[in-house]
């Protein structure tokens, strides 16, 4: 296989950090090459699963994402799409490449939109030991309100994944919306913290998936049966459980886009948004209010 | 949509007009009284743009592991429970490098974690006694002597081979394996472990693949055509997780067909050991800081840390 060989002398990104300082790499667009990373990830044979929630009027994002994740997600690899539904049948046709399938999971739907959120740890964490663990080898867990607009691929994909918050990304950690009340499980001090992590996308192997998620679930129980709930519900204890086990791979903003967060970071940045040169999985806007009710 | 070029800079032009936080290093473990606590995404983020003159990653994500680029308390606590064992040759007339190697890699190797060395020679009752710290642990393994030099290095691979089927795997979680004629002067820890590290030569870093001695024999099973390669890396210090270490199983099979074949590759270990990792990419990559050679002239002013 021909490709150009490393500079080391350049580094591949002098306006970003690339890597954690416990040696993660921080994924930008120019910090890798893909076709290496395709070669990896095929001979492993490796088959990615997608776990989405779809519950009540969210739904109507299925069919969008779909599209656009069989343009841009993982093309080329095997993918298992997980849609956990309380609506099976409205789950709609999406024309599939080869090697790719859709498992539609029933589920309950809980009436607090909080709760549907926070379930989804749950959930995840059941399958994980019931059926992912013998069905694919890593996991991507996304929100459903998104969609794919440049390549995502297998260049996420290591141990652990969290995704940088769109918009704290370059604040300072004394910002961070953390759970700041000790009595929360998620509590997190204002002296510690790397980044802040968001809900909306995380991954990794099935077994560390299981762990973050069965962790965070445990934590949601104790904190309900004292009677709080994190600020952030169950974003606050992912970045909790990021803090003490981190991960080994993070991925910049570009993985999570917020045209929203974008205005923020104008003003802040003072224009050096082209940090961000692609934007590859966006965050759609939306009447929160009617789409939680 | 897909591929990116690595080695290519950002499109910030403006470095040099940047403020003081974009100009703020990193603290590295050694220099900084800062604890993690005082910081924050923001330094993360921001702090790289004067200092960086090197590449810190390589195109398939394999951190390169200089000075600067990571924080040992971080490190150490994710380490805190493993095991790494160090094979160490000492053969003939190299037995003289032992105490040095002994005494200098008990103050700067691995230091706070447990390690097991396992020094392979072929006079066990020279190898000297020093003092080492809790919790270590020295086991001398006596081996056969080769009339050629040569064949003691191919052998090498071989011996840690063997002994990794039948020992190590019950043991430890991490094997590193050095040469004996080598002593470390600055801190070595659990930075460099992973499922499979290589350490740059460092005589080759800053030449073009064309000018690496890969063997270019198309018959040796360590050949490499010359428009491939990316790295050069030493025989000298490479290892990883007691699972990875089928390099050493690697090297050691395509040696022994060689041999059959009656062709030595060029630098022996050497070249099986980067054809090996070509196809099989490393997951670290440790800099020349790791493997200095003081022989060689004009240090480049980046090596911060031998």
């Known amino acids: 296989m021909a490709y150009p060989q490393p500079d080391l002398h350049t580094p591949c990104r002098e306006d970003v950090l690339v890597v954690t300082p416990w040696l993660a790499p921080i994924v930008w667009e120019g910090t ?37 994740a069989e343009k841009y997600f993982m093309v080329g690899h095997r993918v298992n799409y997980y849609i956990f539904t309380d609506l099976p049948d409205s789950v709609p046709r999406v024309r599939l490449q080869e090697g790719r399938q859709v498992v539609i999971l029933k589920v309950q739907s809980y009436t607090r939109w909080q709760d549907i959120s926070m379930h989804r740890m749950e959930m995840i964490s059941n399958f994980s030991r019931q059926r992912f663990l013998r069905e694919v080898d ?12 440049d390549h995502v691929g297998v260049e996420i994909l290591s141990s652990l994944f969290g995704t940088l918050h769109p918009s704290f990304y370059g604040f300072s950690r004394l910002d961070f919306t953390y ?5 929360s499980q998620a509590y997190i001090s204002k002296d510690e913290g790397d980044f802040y992590y968001i809900g909306a996308l995380f991954g990794g192997s099935v077994q560390e998936v299981y762990r973050l998620t069965k962790a965070c679930h445990e934590a949601m129980m104790v904190d309900q049966a004292n009677d709080i709930e994190a600020i952030w519900h169950e974003e606050s204890h992912l970045n909790k459980y990021l803090l003490y086990y981190k991960p080994t791979k993070v991925l910049s903003p570009e993985y999570m886009w917020d045209a929203l967060s974008f205005y923020t970071w104008e003003k802040a940045l003072q224009g050096r948004h082209a940090v961000f040169r692609k934007r590859r999985f966006r965050i759609l806007p939306k009447n929160l209010t009617a789409m939680r009710n | 949509m897909g591929g990116s070029e690595e080695g290519t800079p950002g499109p910030n032009g403006s470095s040099s007009s940047q403020g003081a936080d974009w100009a703020t290093p990193l603290p590295s473990d050694r220099d900084s009284g800062e604890t993690e606590a005082q910081r924050g995404e923001g330094t993360y983020l921001r702090s790289y743009s004067l200092q960086i003159v090197v590449l810190i990653t390589t195109p398939w ?29 000492a053969i003939k007339k ?16 691995m230091v706070g974690h447990k390690a097991n060395y396992y020094i392979f020679t072929d006079q066990p009752a020279n190898v000297l006694h020093i003092l080492l710290q809790e919790g270590w642990q020295v086991v001398v393994l006596e081996v056969h002597n080769y009339p050629h030099w040569q064949d003691v290095s191919m052998h090498s691979m071989e011996m840690i081979s063997n002994f990794s089927k039948q020992q190590f795997l019950r043991e430890v979680d991490y094997l590193v394996c050095l040469d004996v004629e080598m002593k470390l002067s600055d801190h070595v820890g659990v930075e460099i472990l992973f499922s499979l590290f290589g350490t740059l030569h460092p005589g080759f870093y800053t030449a073009n693949c064309q000018a690496f001695t890969y063997e ?42 060689d041999h059959a074949n009656l ?6 270990d050497k070249s099986r050991l980067n054809k090996y990792l070509l ?21 480049p002013p980046f090596l911060r840390k031998l």
């Not at chain 2, 190299?94 to 105490?99: A, D, E, G, S």
């Not at chain 2, 390669?229 to 290892?239: H, R, V």
């Open chain 1, 32 to 68: 890798f090459n893909i076709d290496i990373l395709n070669e990896q990830f095929r001979l492993q044979n490796a088959t990615i699963g997608l776990t989405l929630f779809a519950v009540k009027k969210y739904v109507i994002f299925l069919k969008l994402f779909l599209q656009t």
């Open chain 2, 94 to 109: 190299y037995v003289v490098f032992l105490k040095l190697f002994l005494k200098t890699s008990v103050k700067y190797l």
């Open chain 2, 279 to 299: 196809y099989h990419k490393s997951t670290k990559v440790l800099s020349p800081e790791y493997l200095w050679d003081e022989r060689m002239l004009c240090r």
């Open chain 1, 138 to 149: 890593y996991l991507v867990c996304a929100d459903v309100d998104m969609i794919f607009s």
């Open chain 2, 216 to 257: 270019r024999h198309p018959l040796s099973q360590a050949y490499i055509p010359r428009d491939e390669g990316d790295l050069y890396y030493a025989g000298s210090f490479l290892g990883g997780s007691v699972l990875e270490v089928p390099v050493t199983r690697h090297c050691h099979q395509a040696m022994m067909v």
């Open chain 2, 263 to 268: 062709i030595e590759a060029e630098c022996h």
């Open chain 1, 179 to 183: 759970e700041r009340r000790p009595q």
């Open chain 2, 61 to 89: 994500f394999a951190p390169i592991i200089w000075d600067g680029t990571f924080d040992c308390a971080i490190l150490d606590m994710q380490f805190r429970n493993t095991t790494v064992w160090l094979t160490v040759f």
